[in-house]
């Protein structure tokens, strides 16, 4: 068995060195980050790169037997084929393994002073363990290609072959059937059989002739991949979790009392958006207030009990009332009329102290991301106003936001608005005349 | 050599390119006017336009390579018995067919795009007629440094990324929206033009790197002569864009750098800080408008390094955070609106491109003042990776810590930052997280409904 890691050893310091230039690349130009876990967040060029030479090194595994004639010779001594493979295993992911951990030396050492506090030993061994999987898992996927064909440009046909089987065996599976239905297992469950096939050909069929191994292999690979994946979607193993389990949350504000939260997240079944819900924090339980798939324009409580929502490209407004204590939600929608051209785009712009609002229909959406939204709780989608509303101007419209009545008659051809103060709107018309609305006047 | 010689080089040339030379010529022309007869978005069109766009640059590729392979075969025996010079049988083999095949494709590319109806379409033409000679040329030179079938599969594929650059240089000038290019600062001609100096270069590069070939070793050259003068070919291409290549593997871009602004304001439309353009503003520089409508006060300040508003104290102060000009740090400031002037309160390290904003990869940086004007949340491009670096900076001590390493900023939802007491909930920006600013730390917001959460 040292014979054998010896020799796998010294066949393979090349790639791990190679490894090590590719690993120490990231840390050199400065994405020595990714070897904390937080730092896998982004994905760098880099890292790219450190994949790529492990998928390499994983189609040296055998093809270096294979090319070189060596597999007759091997197999003629008195070695059992299970020593081979622990061989490379260990030579393998030993060298994966080793150089994870030098490079979370050099981070350590190299790191710069304002992220010291997180290159703390417990982050820096998950590093190591998140290192080992993202070089780790390549390595194998090489490996598994690896035992076909000569050389490692034999690997990488034999890898393109499993992908291109995999790309259409996904797609003869959507047919018919809704996006995402095939899951997200199906890949992994797909190089299963090319493993077992690997297993087995490293078994039996390194001695043959490569056309003998190449039928044989495919065969397997093919029969194997497609009865796991047969099996894991009749099982159920492979079907969708249904409801509105969150995965990861896309919005959030919080109630002034810091008790509720007005949340909103992405599905775990589909990735689509969930509905929008009113979660009182302390217990987590939660009330729903729209339906599902809306996409939040604004939203803004007026206090610890009344909360605000604005859909995007839609005519309504959502007002959202509950008693605070007992985290019950009422609903109330208030429809709002609106110029046919721009019905569905529409803003809200409260007043100072919010009781009051003014909606804004019928202005127009620049390309600018930037400009086309505003008046969310922490000031930063702000409308700008005077770029984005038409050259007829806009129609506005006054609501007490509690209530959800009207609380003044609605004015057309505003060029810009802003509140003056609680009660009082300015307006500029098409001319750039101001004109002041005391929402205290009747209607 | 003689005049006679030259003459019957020139014929020979001339009889074993012609059958190529008028296959790039004829074959568009029948294609341009077969296009005709379909609409502009059929399939058919689509595909004609790949084969009179694509495929005759892959001719080209071809046959430059083949032709430098053949030549270069042969060049021992030529030199050697036929009264020759090199430089002249290297130009009248080499250089001489890449003019014709430019002046073809420009001559067809004028044809096409002016038919088409496209904007600027002789500077089209240029460029057209510019990639079918930057493949020719790059092709000869691989042929002859490396090997033939590499040159063609180079050729192949440098084919496709121009077909692709040229059509997509089209969809912007012509109206469509384009991802790369996309910069305010920049006119639709200033695109061309940028296009017409890199195929040039891509020209000249490998043109250069084969005549010094030529020069020096009429033999078959030894390999680190081939490696030397394909390396001096990539280096003329690829020096002016070095800075961009660099930021390109550390995951940045400075053609993002004059993106436009998030205008920061109030919720009642009251006040407003905005970034305004105007032409004569330095390069990375921004001018801000700060509008005050209810005291009607309007003030325009410009700044010379990238800036990013972060929020208000009351109605006369706006923070701000500001690249600072060697690049190494990041200020905050404070613009004080009464005398329009700017202080500095500290400084954060940071690296180059610190608060780029990547509007068309959907993102924003995050930066909030708290309410009780103590602390600043900001995003800071990382020194250590393509994240954000999330900062905690407290404004009356005047320290600053990382509070989130590294973190992918993506545009998720409407962008949210809540602070209460002593947390802050953000949202919008990535992962909802919370910040807790007595300690300086931050968890990512969840909800496990299965266990815990219930309706």
Redesign the interface.
Known sequence: MKSLIWKEFREKRIWGLALLASVVGPIIFGKSYTFCPSGLDTITPWLSLMMIVSLLFGFSAYSSEISGGAAGFLYSRRISWKKVMLAKIIVGLGTIVLVSILAAVIYYLTCPDIYARFATLDRLAIGIVYSTCILGLPYLIGAICSVVLPGIFGGIIVMLGLTAGLSLYVYLLSIGNPPNATGDSIPFIWFAGPLIAAILTARFGLTLSTRTRTIRYGVIALVMSLCLSYLSIASGLDRKISGDNAREICFLSLSPDGKNAIVQWEKNEDYSLSGVYLVRLSDKSRIRVSGNQINIAQCYWLDSSHCVLQQVQTPSITLISFDADKGRALKISVKVKSVKTSAFTQAILPSPSRRIAAIISNFTKRNDSFTNRYGSDSGINILDAKNSMQDSGAKLQFFDLISGKRVHQSVNGARDIWWQSNTEVTYLDKSNKRHTINMMDSK | MTGQIWKRLWWKEFRESWLALLLIFITPMLLVAIIGSYSDHSREADFLRFISGCGMLMVVAMWSAVKASREQSKSEYTCAHLPVNRLGSWFITSFSPMIAVGVIFFCVGKIFAGHQGWAYYTLFAEIMALEAMAIFAICQLLSRTISQWFSIAVGVLASLVAYAYVLSTFEMVNGGQMFRFNNPDLSQYDYLIISVRFFALAVIGPLISSFILTIFSGKKPLPITRIALTGLAVLIIAAPYAKEIKQ????KHSLYKRC???????????L?V?QIYTKNRALFGSDLMYED??RGIIITRRFSNMILPI??SGRDVVWLAQQCPKEDNVAILKWDVANNSTVKVLEI?A?EDALIQE?YL?Y?LAA?ISPNNRNILIDIK??????M?LWLVDLKTRES??V?????VYR???????W??G?V?M??Y???LVVDIPTGTVKA??????N????
Do not use: M
Not at chain 2, 248 to 251: A, H, T, W
Not at chain 2, 260 to 270: A, F, N, T
Not at chain 2, 445 to 450: F, P, T
């Open positions: 390109s593997l550390l995951g436009s602004l998030k205008p920061i304001g109030l919720p009642d439309g009251s407003i905005k409508q209810r929020g208000f390290p690296g509007p959907q924003k909030s990382s020194s250590a990776g393509t994240g670096d810590i990382v989130k390493p590294n973190r992918e998720y939802g409407v962008e949210q930052v809540d209460h007491g947390q909930f949202s919008g990535g992962k909802c917001v969840s909800i496990d409904w299965a815990g959460g219930h309706k």
